[in-house]
């Protein structure tokens, strides 16, 4: 049964306190914590929407990765508050397409951000299946409500790698 609170956008999903560990030789937040930092959040994000462990222990289906993009914009320092908001942006008969924030509430700024395509899976066959049907209608209402509110900056991105001008043809 859907609930008020699963239509509200975006969703807070983790809220953590940067440990001394975290922290590399430059003196901030190593780019590996960030990825953590939003996969904790996504895997709070599967449950909240139903996709979680109690799912997959029911259905034997799963999702898993397609594509994954990490946009890093701002340093992290040890001891900075954070805080992830997770969108679910759309969705088709098999894939979902997620968003998410990385805020430093200790500074007042959006730290880095993060958008991925998953796949659902059937575990068994080990290969792609569609999602089904009532949990569709679930996550589209979600969906509905998320586009609902103004666009994450950064949503659709794309790498800009340098031009190799240097390079005579």
């Known amino acids: 049964m859907m609930t008020d609170a699963l239509l509200e956008a975006?969703?807070?999903t983790l809220q953590v306190t940067v440990p001394s560990?975290?922290?590399d030789i430059n003196g901030h937040m190593n780019a590996?914590?960030?990825g953590l930092v939003i996969y904790d959040a996504h895997v709070k994000l599967t449950e909240i929407l139903g996709l979680g462990e109690d799912y997959v222990n029911a259905s034997h289906c799963s999702k898993a990765v397609l594509?994954?993009?990490l946009i890093y914009e701002r340093e992290?320092?040890?001891g900075d508050q954070l805080e992830v908001h997770s969108w679910l942006l759309a969705i088709d008969h098999k894939r979902l397409h997620f968003f998410h924030e990385l805020f430093n509430l200790s500074k007042g700024f959006r730290a880095a951000a993060s958008?991925?395509?998953d796949v659902h899976m059937d575990l068994k066959a080990r290969r792609s299946s569609p999602i089904p049907d009532n949990l569709q209608q679930s996550?589209?209402?979600i969906v509905k409500a998320h586009l609902a509110q103004p666009r994450p900056e950064g949503v659709g991105?794309?790498?800009r790698p340098p031009k190799n001008t240097w390079l005579k043809p």
Do not use: C, G
Request: aromatic share 12%.
């Open 76 to 78: 992290v320092s040890e």
């Open 139 to 141: 996550l589209r209402k």
């Open 67 to 69: 594509e994954s993009h």
């Open 32 to 34: 590996t914590h960030y």
């Open 10 to 12: 975006p969703f807070v």
């Open 115 to 117: 958008e991925q395509v």
């Open 157 to 159: 991105s794309t790498i």
């Open 21 to 23: 560990q975290w922290i």
